[in-house]
């Protein structure tokens, strides 16, 4: 109202009693900004799970699709080749040699003087059996270059400097190998190739009748053997086997990271879930966290967890049988070595309970976070929904609560006025009573 009401006639403060009375008017909205801030921080923790639990869900659907476990990793007897794969590889060898690197064509041209500059109006490069016709806006070395460089005839150019204020310039093909293959020409220049267009070749069964080339323009051979590509570092005087056999190291990384991922999840509501002690100057506090208590988020935990250890296999064996156990604490543990030991020994059945695990963690942790029907997605919608339902209810009562104030500022702005027109007239009365006073005295 931009007045101050404090001592008007009174003398009370009565900012300070307005302020009073709003504080106890306030409580049932200030409890309502602790509960949406309650809540608010309860649908922040449930993200948190959701992003986690939905992170597994991915994951597990990954390994648990047909194949996923099918893994073969490959390698080569010598460094001189290096081997990689792709998820349809399959067990194999064959020896090969590598008899020729792929070469990309680089040729140049005689010194040219800057100065002088390029001698010639017109170029011609051949390039995949089609004549380009360069045509230098100048003599500008730098002019041929960008020529050559807008062609589109798969060669770039370059100005290379040679000392003594002359330069050589210098066209490479863009592809290597002999698809890349070109030829420049102009009236009376000599071009030379330091290096020509040439295929990598390798040997299959080298030394043997059945002795085949088999030519890449790079130095990688995609697909030498199903999913399985090499590629050449350098020529090789002796064969090199390639052998791809199954990739225990994969399948196991594949077991460990989905327990790790179950763990995540286990760890965060562990964490909380914990009740918690701390003790000051004004003695000892217990809380308990922010999940205590609550069922879905108890629920969820408990479906991965069992999902992640019910026995698995026909007929049904425990899954600490391959490594897999739970630990006193509700964790779950990965045994590597008696991981391995069981995929020695049977290595389908071990990857199919790896996967049977995995499609059942998938399935539990799904049906959590789906992202139109999962239990914790509809909780933190439900919740979010109560937060701005509160948020409504919390500014009604800003609207409310300024009424209050202001009514009562005008109550009290109404006694202090009343109260200052009761004492005017105190002080008139007694100033008549005063003056009829000194009349009677005078008589």
Known sequence: MGISLDGLAS??????????????????????KNKSSDIQSMVSALQGLNSKVAALATQATAAAKPGATDLYAATTSSDKVAATTTSTAKAGSIDFQVTQLAQTQVTVTPKVNAVVGWPYTTMT????????????????????VNAVNAAGAGVTASKVSVGGGEFRLQFAATKSGSAGAFTISDAGTAFTDVKTAQDAEIALWPGTSAAQTVKSSTNTFTELLPGVSITAKEVTSAPVTLTVARDDAGITKLASDLVSGANGIFSLVASKTAVSTTTNTSGTTTSAGIFAGDSTVRSVNQSILSAASLPVGTPPRSPSEIGISITKTGAMEFDATKFAAALAADPAGTAAKVQEIAGRIATAATAASDKYTGTLTTTITGQQSEVRDLADRISDWDTRLASRKATLQR????LEVALSNMKAQQSWLTSQLSGLSSGSSSS
Do not use: H, R
């Not at 709003?22 to 409890?31: D, F, H, K, S, W």
């Not at 490069?125 to 041929?144: A, H, M, R």
């Open 125 to 144: 490069i051949n390039s995949g059996g089609k004549d380009y016709t360069i045509e230098p806006l100048g003599s500008n070395l730098d002019d041929v």
């Open 411 to 414: 109550t009290y702005s109404g």
């Open 11 to 32: 003398g009370l403060d009565t900012t300070a009693l307005i302020a009073s009375v709003m504080q106890v008017e306030a409580i049932p909205q200030t409890l309502l």
